[in-house]
């Protein structure tokens, strides 16, 4: 982690149950007695608000190439669906309440993968084609929720 820490982020990770030692205290030193969080102008968030912050911090790092495909997807998987409780929250599709029906979908094909590679003891061969996919579905995913980020 960086020196300085982005308090909405941290508050996000924060109320998801996932923020490391630091960020807890950053945040639990920058709560005002009136609730709101210094610095930030605004209360703690929601859990969905929560999922968003995150998943706007994540899945734009996957897109522009900060973060490694499968590495962004993991990520997402386990910092912003499993705690925010997403797998409840979806309609008709894995993930569609906060549009990422597709970048899970991406994510089976990881394991996939990964249960291939174990059962034969060779690299699968559609890595480098389903990295290409879960950045393209980033991409898209970042057009379509951009009235969400400050990019």
Not at 41 to 55: K, V
Not at 131 to 143: E, G, I, Q
Request: charged share 25%; hydrophobic share 40%.
């Amino acid at each position: 982690m960086s020196d300085t820490i982005d308090l909405s982020v941290a508050a996000a990770r924060h109320v998801l149950g996932i923020a490391t030692y630091e960020e807890r205290q950053a945040v639990d030193a920058a709560i005002q007695p009136d609730g709101t969080l210094a610095g930030v102008g605004g209360m703690m968030p929601s859990i969905d608000q929560a999922a968003w912050t995150l998943l706007e911090v994540h899945v734009p790092a996957i897109a522009h190439g900060r973060l490694g495909p499968e590495e962004g997807l993991q990520l997402v998987v386990e910092e912003v669906f499993r705690p925010a409780g997403l797998a409840r929250k979806s309609r008709s599709r894995l993930g569609d309440s906060h549009d990422l029906d597709r970048l899970l979908a991406l994510q089976d094909q990881y394991d996939d993968m990964r249960r291939y590679e174990r059962r034969t003891n060779t690299p699968d061969r559609r890595k480098v084609q389903v990295d290409a996919l879960v950045v393209s579905a980033a991409m898209d995913w970042v057009r379509r929720n951009a009235s969400y980020l400050e990019l």
